[in-house]
């Protein structure tokens, strides 16, 4: 009993951590990876150096080095079925980076089981997976970033690296500590303290110039042709983010509302600050472009600034010991909902197909091999092509298996004569004769916090003279 009561929280960390793994793990053995994950693992392979890779990635309108990482796990012969190890890698650190923080122990224990950490942190190989860890190296280094400013401009180049969003959180931290810098130089004094030091300088203007490269890379190429403008309400992404999906846009407004004044109850102290941090992020979800796998730049974000600047998170004497449980029992409520949010998510992904690519890889490979002529149609049946070593698509535009979004190229054209197979997702763009086509559908199912829907329908059209009558309806 002495050993448990001496290493309490080691044994209570490496149960969270044991279990967090074996979900994380569970889940990405299950999991059939999306259109998304098959462009970023096709750029990485087909492309043998790091120029083609840059290249390529001008017409993604996001940083490449997710992409190198890509690349490097296949030169260590990493497969696709196993991409989510890489992921899986990043969010684990982050657990642990967890741990090492100031954040209350309810926190530490819950928080790895969220939707955001534990499935689409762990299970997606998409870059999003680097933003858990930065943050929560961010939150560890925060408090000492003038002392030993290494760590802490190190985890703002992690978080810039991943994209769009995560250099515009990083360029908000970095205008903070300008303010702070500026301030000291106008009072003629050190703030907050603590003395600006030449490494800290050194730091501060070496990641200012990582932050604009990875500005300069995100840069689209001039004839790309995606338009990343729309997707939902950020107050939609918010409530779903920290609570669940609410339809009502009355209900959605109101709970946006009382959301945002917990908020700023939580860090008065510290409002200015806070609005710096969010602010860039959200007008830029708001009025310029986010869909949902985005969100975890906003929650993780808000997570970090909550260890950060609420005075009142852990239990110590306050002012108010009767505001102080209120809140943090209603933080550990939220938490809570969010841990089960996790565990939902990793057993529908067991019970449904997330995106049912790879079956229809094995549907489509005997056709292949016989020299079928096979047509895409649109971007979403590239998630097929990483079960293949090579291209499939005859009328893919150019020799790479990736979908390139260039104004000059088109992915509509069909094959003259028409192709034995065309495949399509998400909507009837093209509709060949049915009297002189077999229609086969497959399914796949949008796995959100707590509902899952059936949205990836995946259309496989093949001429009814290229098959057997008898396996039409297999």
Known sequence: MSFIKKHRLKIIYGFVLIL??????????????????????????????????FNAVRYEGTVPVWHLILKLAQLLGLKYDYAFVIPLIFSAAG???LFMTDAPLFVKVLLPFSYYAMYQGSVFARPYCIVFPAMMLIALSYKDRQQKPVRFFLALVMLASTSSYG????????LWELITMARGIVSRKNTEDHTFTNTYRACFWGAALLILLFILMALPAPDCSFNPTGGPSLMASVTEAFLFRIDNPLLISM????????????????????????????????????????????????????????????LKVSSNKALTVTKNAVITGLLALLGFSGFYAAYNEYKYPYYPSKEIAEYIRPYVEQGAVIDMYQYYPIAVQPYFDKNIFANNPTDKSYFIWKETLSYVTMSEPVADIIMESYSDYYVPDPEKSYLKVFSGYQINKFKTEDLHSFKVY????FIPEDQQGE
């Open 462 to 465: 093949i001429r009814k003279d």
């Open 167 to 174: 250099v515009i959180v990083s360029g908000s931290f970095m």
């Open 20 to 53: 967090f793994v074996s979900v994380s793990v569970f889940a990405g053995l299950h999991h059939e990876p999306w259109a998304d994950e098959a462009q970023s693992w096709l750029i990485a392979r087909d492309n043998d150096n790091i120029i083609d890779i």
């Open 255 to 314: 709970t946006f509302v009382i959301l945002c004044l917990f908020y700023l109850l939580c860090i008065m102290n510290n409002i200015i600050q806070a609005f710096i941090y969010t602010a860039p992020l959200a007008l830029y979800m708001e009025f310029f472009y986010h869909q949902k796998w985005h969100i975890p730049y906003m929650f993780f974000l808000i997570v970090t600034l909550m260890i950060l600047l609420n005075k009142d998170f852990k």
């Open 95 to 97: 657990v642990v980076l």
